[in-house]
C-alpha cells in the first residue's frame, strides 16, 4: 500500500512543483495584449470614473479624478500589444479631455466638471468598441 500510494502521487506532486516554477506568465494570461496589469488599471479607472457622477464636493471630485488620471496614466505605461498606437492615441485623448475637467475643477465649477468628465464616456465607448471590449 505504501508504493502503491506513492506511485499515485508522485507524478501528482512533481506537476505541482512544475507549476509553481513556472512564470506566471506562463500560466495566466487570457489572449494576446489583454495584461492583468491593464485590466487592474481599467477597472481603477472605472470604479472612480463611476464615483466622480454622484460626488458632492470640488474635494471629493478632484480625489477621483486625481485617481482616475493616475490610473490612465499607469494604463498607458503598461500598454496594449495588440494596438499600442491606437491604444496611445485612445489614453491621450482620454487624458485631454481630462484637463479640461481639471480646468473646471480649477474654477470651482463642480457641475462643469461633472458633465465634462461623463463626455469622456464617448472616447472609452469607441475605444472600447474599436477593440472589441
Ligand atoms: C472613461 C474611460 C474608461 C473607462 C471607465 C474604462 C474602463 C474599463 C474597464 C472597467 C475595463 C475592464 C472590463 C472587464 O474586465 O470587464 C476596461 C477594459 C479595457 N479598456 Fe477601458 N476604460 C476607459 C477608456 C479606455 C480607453 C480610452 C481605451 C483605449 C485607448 C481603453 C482600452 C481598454 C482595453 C484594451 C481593455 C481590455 C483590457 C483587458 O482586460 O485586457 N479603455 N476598461
Same mark, same amino acid.
Given at each position: 500500500?505504501?508504493?502503491?500510494?506513492?506511485?499515485? =502521487?508522485?507524478?501528482?506532486?512533481? %506537476?505541482? %512543483?512544475?507549476?509553481?516554477?513556472?512564470?506566471?506568465?506562463?500560466?495566466?494570461?487570457?489572449?494576446?495584449?489583454?495584461?492583468?496589469?491593464? #485590466?487592474?488599471?481599467?477597472?481603477?479607472?472605472?470604479?472612480? =470614473?463611476?464615483?466622480?457622477?454622484?460626488?458632492?464636493?470640488?474635494?471629493?471630485?478632484?480625489?477621483?479624478?486625481?485617481?482616475? *488620471?493616475?490610473?490612465?496614466?499607469?494604463?498607458?505605461?503598461?500598454?496594449?500589444?495588440?494596438?499600442?498606437?491606437?491604444?496611445?492615441?485612445?489614453?491621450?485623448?482620454?487624458?485631454?479631455?481630462?484637463?479640461?475637467? $481639471?480646468?473646471?475643477?480649477?474654477? $470651482?465649477?463642480?457641475?462643469?466638471?461633472?458633465?465634462?468628465?461623463?463626455?469622456? #464616456?464617448?472616447? *472609452?465607448?469607441?475605444?472600447? *468598441?474599436? =477593440?472589441?471590449?
Amino acid at each position: 500500500m505504501k508504493s502503491l500510494a506513492k506511485a499515485f =502521487f508522485t507524478p501528482l506532486a512533481l %506537476s505541482a %512543483s512544475l507549476m509553481a516554477s513556472m512564470p506566471a506568465s506562463a500560466h495566466s494570461h487570457g489572449h494576446e495584449g489583454h495584461s492583468d496589469e491593464l #485590466n487592474t488599471e481599467m477597472k481603477k479607472m472605472g470604479f472612480n =470614473f463611476k464615483r466622480s457622477g454622484s460626488a458632492k464636493t470640488i474635494e471629493d471630485m478632484q480625489s477621483y479624478v486625481t485617481e482616475f *488620471r493616475a490610473h490612465a496614466k499607469n494604463a498607458r505605461e503598461t500598454g496594449y500589444t495588440d494596438a499600442p498606437e491606437a491604444f496611445r492615441k485612445g489614453i491621450d485623448q482620454l487624458l485631454t479631455g481630462l484637463a479640461g475637467v $481639471q480646468a473646471a475643477l480649477d474654477k $470651482q465649477d463642480l457641475d462643469l466638471a461633472k458633465r465634462r468628465m461623463k463626455k469622456l #464616456n464617448d472616447i *472609452r465607448k469607441k475605444y472600447h *468598441r474599436e =477593440f472589441d471590449v
